[in-house]
């Protein structure tokens, strides 16, 4: 049964039905205890009735009634009274005519309740009780038909049965229209997936509800990354292809135009190598992006150990002391892929500065912040206005193109976070810092 609408009515069908059949039961049974204990009360009340009008002969098992009810007269009454001696004989009540009521003897003072065939097939209630009058210890038992009502109680379970079968019903139909117009709410989520497809929205309307809020709140986060990856990659291709251009152009050029000129040769070379510099750009990029699924958090504490690993293994030449130190209380924020080129775009541009060492510390506190630093030369101050200039380089001696730092920048209002430069107080080069905002734990989409 792969419908939820189907599932919901079932489970409420189900759940309704068990809901009667316990109503039944307990009904049934309470009722039945109600009428049992009105009657016990009320023989309780005749058995003292009784024993008030009679007179006991001490010698012999003679009655004398000085007032007796008339229903203890008429036959089969539906009310009934026997006196049983120790000896075994018997007084009954004239309702009872030549019919028997067995029970056993029970001691003085004792009460027994319990239930016996009647005359014309009457369900009797006897309340046998234990006395001694006049010397003389008997039982008596005093008894009711409890043929009329149950015959009551019957009627009552038929008109409760049909009453809850037509509320069964009742109820289920208005728990379908109450389900399918729940559901039809969910017409606007499909709606707008076709608006989607179709090029005419570009996120869900979370006018949905609650229980499905959660889910077209992620995939809208989603569509937000998709949208932000699709923009950057436009970017880079871009980037790529205006880089390329200018030496591939060069060196079509030169041969074109070689007659084994040495000069010419070497522009080609030269413009060879600028391409290579490009691709190892591109293939370094994609190594620190690692290939983790797009939404998932940044986690520092698993992340920042793995980006100084293949930063060790790129700059392996140089020998460069990479560490890195991160708060226990940091927890994960942000998007993977987001911070995960961030940091390992300042890493790589603090590893081709630095003389001899870089570190990288992570602190916890109402906000996070990121702090790398290098024992390079640092910046001057008007140099730190142009940082994030796409295609700004600010020592062409250096490998790069200038557009990691403008990759950082773009990240950075992403977030909404601050980034400051300055003088590294511990090693003398630049410290790069960022603060991540308090909603820092949320992508920019969710944000």
């Known amino acids: 049964m792969r419908s939820l609408e189907r599932r919901l009515q079932f489970g409420l069908a189900l759940s309704l039905v068990l809901l009667s059949i316990t109503l039944w039961f307990i009904g049934n049974q309470s009722l039945r205890s109600l009428t049992e204990n009105f009657i016990a009360s009320r023989l309780e009340h005749n058995a003292e009735s009784l024993l008030g009008a009679m007179t006991v002969d001490p010698d012999t098992s003679v009655l004398t009634w000085r007032r007796i009810d008339q229903r203890y007269t008429r036959p089969f009454s539906g009310h009934y009274y026997v006196i049983r001696f120790a000896d075994d004989s018997l007084v009954s009540s004239r309702s009872l005519w030549d019919h028997t009521l067995e029970f056993p003897l029970v001691a003085t003072g004792e009460t027994v309740q319990l239930q016996a065939s009647g005359p014309s097939g009457q369900r009797l209630l006897l309340l046998l009780k234990g006395f001694k009058k006049s010397g003389r210890e008997f ?10 009502l149950e015959q009551e109680r019957e009627r009552f379970i038929q008109w409760f ?6 509320g069964f019903i009742g109820l289920l139909l208005i728990q379908s229209v109450v389900i399918r117009r729940s559901f039809r709410s969910l017409e606007k989520v499909g709606d707008d997936v076709r608006r989607l497809e179709e090029g005419r929205t570009v996120r869900l309307s979370e006018d949905v509800p609650t229980e499905v809020l959660p889910l077209i709140s992620e995939f809208n986060h989603l569509l937000r990354l998709l949208n932000q990856r699709l923009q950057r ?3 880079a291709m871009g980037n790529l292809a205006h880089a390329l251009k200018g030496p591939l152009n060069i060196l079509t050029h030169s041969l074109d135009t070689s007659n084994d000129d040495d000069f010419d040769l070497d522009q080609a070379r030269n413009q060879v190598g600028r391409i290579r510099q490009l691709m190892e750009r591109e293939l370094k990029r994609a190594r620190l992006a690692g290939n983790g699924l797009s939404g998932v958090r940044f986690n520092p504490h698993s992340e920042i150990p793995d980006l100084v690993n293949v930063l060790k293994q790129v700059y392996r030449e140089r020998e460069l002391d990479l560490s890195y130190r991160i708060d226990p209380g940091v927890t994960p924020f942000g998007d993977r892929e987001d911070l995960l080129e961030m940091v390992g775009n300042l890493l790589d541009n603090a590893c081709k500065w630095a003389s001899s ?3 990288c510390t992570v602190i916890a506190g109402t906000a996070v912040t990121l702090e790398i630093e290098d024992d390079g030369v640092g910046l001057e101050d ?4 142009r940082l994030f200039n796409r295609g700004t380089r600010l020592d062409e001696t250096v490998e790069g193109h200038g557009l990691g730092l403008a990759i950082v920048g773009d990240i ?7 980034i400051s430069f300055s003088r590294s107080a511990a090693l003398g080069g630049l410290s790069v810092r960022i603060k991540f905002p308090a909603s820092a734990d949320e992508s920019p989409a969710e944000a």
């Not at 049965?161 to 037509?166: F, R, S, T």
């Open 161 to 166: 049965a049909l009453l809850a079968g037509v």
């Open 139 to 148: 039982t008596l038992a005093v008894a009711e038909d409890l043929t009329p």
């Open 233 to 235: 990659s436009r970017n």
């Open 412 to 418: 950075v209002k992403l977030y909404d976070a601050e």
């Open 382 to 385: 008007q140099d730190i206005s």
């Open 357 to 359: 060492r870089v570190t």
